[in-house]
């Protein structure tokens, strides 16, 4: 699924490059997800942490993820030429050299690692750097442009920050932070393939080998179904352990029956009924997803919050 054409590397700047241009390297969306799922582990965690550390914790794991931004976007700029949707970004349109991105990328790979080490714990510091890692390596270099896995598996990358920030306020990585990292996992499979149903030509011009490009569209909706599924089952198992109870359950019942529903019209759609109405139910199913994530993610809090002052 490689082209030695697509490795050509970007020519240098065509202009100066600005303050928001090395902003977006670091691509403030995903960091935004990263840094709020990040802070929801620290406060469900159990015991103390004073408001200063953990505010410390939280910009270095913004940084790391940051780092993770640069890195993908300096490698991943010979398939960002060719997709319409990011094609304008800095490293493509010619306004940062990719020297300088890489640079970026790793200074604050070091810096956040070695400071989260410095002021947290050397686990959350590990789980950080391996985040870093495998976004960057794992992910960017290896999955994202030879297999169809590289969704679910890469998925992978963007569910540790919760247990990050749980590791940061604890030390530790108990179930109840793997099942906030499972959470993320089994959501983001779905969260991209209804994406990546209204922009496969995208992905077939740059040769990425997603689920939509390899194994069409229906088996795509299929799999989209599946893992909606299993979402549900982790989600409700959530409500069980440390860190839910009945309002997370209530939440997570009433989240699961619309990602559902959307997710079972979705895969019950052709490519005809799709392309008819402009992909309203994928790009809805998209939508959704991302309340989805932040509605579950803030009833832990609730629950966190209502477990100290004694509302349980």
Do not use: C
Not at 171 to 180: C, R, Y
Not at 187 to 192: A, K, L, Q, S, V
Not at 220 to 227: D, E, K
Not at 239 to 245: L, M, R, V
């Amino acid at each position: 699924m490689t082209d030695a054409s697509l490795h050509i590397a970007p020519a240098g700047p065509a202009e100066e490059a600005g303050l928001r241009d090395y902003w977006q390297l670091l691509k403030p969306r995903l960091m935004s997800l990263s840094v709020f799922t990040a802070l929801v582990g620290l406060l469900v965690a159990p015991g103390d942490i004073h408001p200063f550390l953990g505010a410390t914790s939280i910009l270095w794991i913004a940084l790391g993820a940051g780092a993770s931004g640069a890195l993908n976007m300096w490698f991943d700029a010979d398939i960002d030429r060719v997709m319409k949707r990011t094609r304008s970004r800095p490293i493509p349109a010619g306004r940062v050299a990719p020297s300088d991105a890489l640079a970026m990328g790793l200074f604050l790979s070091v810096l956040s690692v070695t400071m989260l080490g410095l002021t947290a714990n050397w686990v959350a510091a590990f789980w950080l750097a391996f985040t870093i890692f495998f976004y960057a390596v794992i992910y960017s270099m290896w999955l994202k442009r030879t297999t169809s896995w590289n969704t679910v598996i890469g998925g992978l990358a963007g569910a540790f920050p919760p247990m990050i920030g749980w590791a940061a306020a604890t030390g530790g990585t108990p179930l109840e932070a793997w099942l906030l990292v499972g959470l993320i996992f089994m959501w983001t499979p779905p969260h991209f393939w209804a994406l990546a149903l209204f922009v496969k030509l995208d992905y077939h011009a740059a040769r990425i080998p997603m689920l939509t490009v390899t194994h069409g569209r229906a088996e795509t909706r299929r799999q989209a179904w599946l893992y909606a599924l299993g979402l549900a089952l982790v989600s409700v198992a959530t409500a069980f352990s440390a860190i839910g109870g009945p309002m997370t359950l209530a939440v997570a019942l009433a989240l699961n029956a619309v990602f559902l529903r959307g997710a079972w019209s979705m895969y019950r759609r052709t490519d005809a009924e799709s392309e008819a109405d402009g992909h309203a139910v994928e790009k809805g199913l998209f939508k959704w997803s991302l309340v989805y994530l932040f509605a579950h993610f803030t009833i832990f809090v609730v629950e966190a919050a209502m477990g100290a002052y004694g509302g349980w």
